[in-house]
């Protein structure tokens, strides 16, 4: 029987305030990118610290708190199990690292369902899609950013695994083990997010292995 597998693609960043998205080129050209980055409104761009904040005790998001079905494996029955499980397991990451919870928002579940949808389908596995879709471009498409007038962030982390590699547990804890999906995990500034989650592995990617491909989605707007 061939060993489980689990692979991540390098996690995207993006912000920016909406006059200088369409204007530069860093967020297209760094899709691949551990880095995060900050566009100020002359647009330009530098890189973004993160700042280690003081863990916070308690709450219903602590780090002790427990996460039902973090060791399913994805099957077209239990999906929304996933999502709450990988949801559940991203929150208590964020509450061991002193930040506040991230709210599931529906816009960016339509994003990060329908690119996990078209990589499961289509047979690939990347930030871009085929007809050249960037996360932004997605995550603005299902209308999450909206007007001309309003400030936000945008991340995007992806992975597929195989077998037990593919349960919330271990997606999580390889994105935790990667410093850019880990960026976008603990960065203080989103507030919203989605999980994308399909149980249909192409061959080329699980060679006939069970598995699922996750995309999970982050943003926030009106940044200041």
């Known amino acids: 029987m061939a060993r489980p597998r689990v692979l991540l693609l390098a996690a995207l960043t993006a ?3 909406a006059a200088s998205a369409a204007s530069s080129p860093a967020l297209g050209a760094r899709a691949h990118s551990h ?9 330009s761009c530098k890189r973004s610290a993160h700042h280690k904040r003081s863990p916070r005790r308690g709450g219903a998001t602590g780090h002790g708190r427990r996460c039902p079905h973090a060791t399913l494996v994805p099957d077209r ?10 949801l559940c397991l991203v929150n208590r990451e964020r509450a061991a690292h002193g930040e506040r919870p ?22 690939y596995f990347n930030h871009i899609g085929p007809l050249g879709g960037t996360p932004l471009s997605r995550i603005r498409a299902a209308g999450y950013i909206y ?31 990667s410093p850019g999906h880990r960026a976008n995990i603990l960065d203080g500034r989103f507030r919203d997010t989605a999980i994308g989650v399909c149980s249909q592995l192409p061959y080329s990617l699980g060679h006939g292995q069970p598995g699922a491909i996750y995309t999970q989605d982050f943003g926030a707007r009106a940044i200041d």
Not at 102 to 123: F, I, K, V, Y
């Open 15 to 17: 912000i920016c305030t």
């Open 35 to 43: 880095s995060s980055w900050h566009c100020a409104k002359a647009g």
């Open 77 to 86: 029955w239990n999906l929304e199990l996933i999502r709450s499980a990988t």
């Open 102 to 123: 991230l709210d599931q928002n529906r816009r960016l579940q339509r994003a990060a369902q329908g690119h996990t949808e078209s990589m499961a389908l289509r047979g």
């Open 147 to 177: 007007g001309s007038h309003v400030s936000y962030a945008v991340g995007e982390n992806i992975a597929w695994g195989t077998r037990s590699l593919a349960t919330p547990r271990a997606i999580v804890a390889a994105w935790m083990a």
